[in-house]
């Protein structure tokens, strides 16, 4: 028998209800209880024809479960958007409701679905505390109620609201996000009462505005907006400048680690910003670098840079704190100088007296031969003479020399020679006036004098940094030669030495870089959109095509090619294009630009117009 009590424990039999179980049933399940009730359970043992004894226990159900995690999800200037945990069980659905502050007594209800699990609470007082409370309805009855205090928002103004980094024709406005705003009106008036706006999403706090006037006093005002009403206005007064970019930066001077850094003074500006690093195609070769140097600074001497590697340099105005445009240049460092006219003047059986040219930089030379063992000799920037003592006789010496600067050695010039046999006593004179005239990209054009007793000359050239030696003997009367089919903007080492008869006198080395492949002039980015810009250059004679390339895309243009679209950029982000002619298979040199995706004045004025319909 189940018996339900009241709360004083008194039986309610007109509840009771019985329960038949089988004989072989030692547990039972009993539902359809009432919550948070106590219950006498009685159970009797039945006989055939007879009622045993009966054992009796009482005990208590438990409460309906409660909504959990019954929350703020949102506040809004006229309403609360509520949101909970459903509890476990069979749920009719919910009620929620929440008095009026200002009609005491009154209480808003909603009853809402039992798949419901958040709700909006709107037609609210703006900035009002509001005790919300919720119960979950089951069949059975009410769940005990859960309770939150809510309060609307305020309107306010934008705080922190900044307008900085005036150009001559932009100015930046940031601002801390209002919170539950829906969007925001950002104003700007210039001098003459011109006045233009724009509507701006939740998620905006910096807006460029561009398109003023330089040299001007604007005023700029933002207020938040909440659905259909406007929060207070936050004003700011900015002025444009008159002239703020570097409009000439030069480099001049350029070595092998260093170079002389030039630009013209900007007016209002109280410093400047230079930063530099290798470009794309030098990654590695030295790290990027920046340094900020005082308002009346208009030249740098940039030190300590890598050799033979291009770097790019921007330099930007600052306005105290504020960083103004910044004007972009490319310069490429020497490589590290060879050694020239490198020549042996005379030998014996024992001596061979080596002397070569001076080199701009060099801190010492290194003068290196084989003996019975390698032997080397540091001398002075200022020795361009040396003789190999102690040799040995009818003996074939590779002689090296470099140029050191500081703690690096620059390329390895090399040249043999025979020593004389002991009988031997008038050595073959080296070829004087040995010199390099006309060079192009593939050939170059060597003179000399004649040697006496000369019957021919031998010329031969290697690639500076390896590779097969090619030579070609020429007749007694010649005092000139060109070298053909060479590698463009490529190093060689050639020597020239006489002949006589069979025998070969001593070589005159000189070196010599044949020049680059025509680059891409008036390489620039034009009528740049937020999501494209234009690339136009002046046309190459005599190229096969022209290889485009921007971040890890490249591009592959033929000859009659002047200009080109790219779209799908990413709006703010600066782009690196750059531009080879092709030579059939050879690719010339770079030549590169830099633009940041952004909209014109003239497509921002654009746009305004069309949203202030």
């Known amino acids: 028998l189940v018996t339900p009590l009241t709360s004083r424990g008194h039986f309610l039999p007109q509840q009771q209800r019985q329960i038949d179980l089988k004989s072989d049933v030692s547990t039972a399940l009993v539902t359809d209880l009432s919550p948070n009730t106590d219950y006498s359970f009685t159970v009797y043992a039945i006989y055939p024809n007879l009622i045993g004894d009966s054992v009796t226990i009482t005990t208590q159900t438990t409460l309906l479960p409660q909504v959990s995690n019954f929350r703020v999800i949102e506040e809004g200037l006229f309403s609360l958007r509520l949101g909970w945990t459903p509890p476990l069980g069979k749920l009719s659905g ?8 200002n009609r005491p007594g009154f209480t808003y209800e909603q009853l809402l679905p039992g798949d419901t699990s958040s709700h909006v609470i709107d037609s609210l007082e703006e900035d009002k505390k509001y005790t919300v409370n919720i119960y979950a309805v089951f069949p059975e009855g009410p769940s005990k109620p859960v309770s939150i205090v809510g309060k609307t928002l305020k309107l306010i103004p934008v705080h ?3 307008v900085q980094n005036a150009t001559t024709d932009t100015v930046q406005a940031r601002w801390a996000s209002v919170k539950g705003a829906s969007g925001y009106r950002l104003t700007w008036a210039s001098p003459d009462d011109h006045i233009e706006n724009i509507n701006l999403g939740d998620n905006f706090n910096f807006y460029m505005i561009q398109g003023l006037r330089p040299g001007s006093e604007h005023t700029v005002t933002i207020n938040p907006i909440f659905g259909d009403i406007e929060g207070p206005v936050t004003s700011a007064k900015v002025k444009t400048l008159e002239s703020s970019a570097v409009q000439t930066l030069k480099v001049a001077a350029v070595t092998t680690s260093s170079a002389i850094i030039s630009w013209n003074s900007v007016p209002g500006g109280t410093g400047y910003r230079l930063a530099w690093g290798p470009t794309p195609e030098f990654t590695g070769r030295d790290r990027p670098r920046q340094l900020a140097l ?13 050799y033979d590697t ?15 445009p910044g004007i972009t240049a490319t310069f490429r460092t020497s490589p590290l100088g060879y050694v020239s006219n490198f020549k042996v003047t005379s030998y014996t059986s024992t001596s061979i007296d080596v002397e070569w040219s001076p080199i701009v930089g060099a801190t010492e030379y290194k003068l290196s031969w084989n003996d019975s063992s390698p032997q080397s000799r540091y001398l002075d920037r200022s020795v361009l003479f040396h003789r190999l003592e102690d040799l040995n006789p009818q003996s074939t010496y590779t002689i090296n020399i470099c140029a050191v600067y500081g703690n690096s050695e620059g390329p390895d010039i090399s040249l043999s020679q025979l020593t004389a046999a002991v009988s031997d006593s008038e050595p073959i004179q080296a070829v004087r006036g040995v010199k390099v005239g006309d060079i192009g990209v593939n050939f170059f054009t060597l003179s000399w004098n ?28 010649s005092t000139t030669f060109t070298i053909r089919n060479l590698r463009e903007s490529a190093a060689y080492k050639i020597q020239v030495s006489s002949m006589v008869a069979n025998r070969e006198g001593s070589p005159v080395l000189v070196t010599a870089r044949t020049l680059d492949l025509p680059k891409v002039n008036d390489f620039a980015a034009l009528n ?14 005599g190229v096969s095509g022209y290889l485009l390339s921007w971040r890890h895309i490249s591009e592959t243009l033929g000859p009659g090619f002047s200009s080109y679209k790219i779209s799908d950029l990413l709006y703010g982000r600066t782009y690196i294009f750059t531009i080879r002619p092709l030579y059939g298979e050879v690719e010339g040199p770079i030549s590169a630009v830099y633009q940041k995706i952004c909209k014109t004045s003239l497509q921002i004025f654009r746009i305004l117009k069309i949203l202030s319909k």
């Open 160 to 162: 922190q609201f900044l």
């Open 310 to 324: 291009e770097y790019v340099l921007t330099l930007y105005v600052l306005f105290g704190s504020l960083v103004g």
């Open 94 to 101: 919910f009620k929620i409701f929440i008095p009026r502050s």
């Open 294 to 306: 005082n308002g009346s600074t208009t030249e740098y001497h940039l030190k300590n840079v890598a």
């Open 450 to 477: 004649k040697a006496p007793r000369a019957s021919g000359y031998k010329i031969s050239w290697i690639p500076f940094l390896g590779g097969d030696e090619r030579s070609h003997v020429v007749s007694a009367a």
């Open 528 to 541: 740049t959109t937020d999501s494209s810009t234009v690339l136009n250059w002046t046309r190459v004679a």
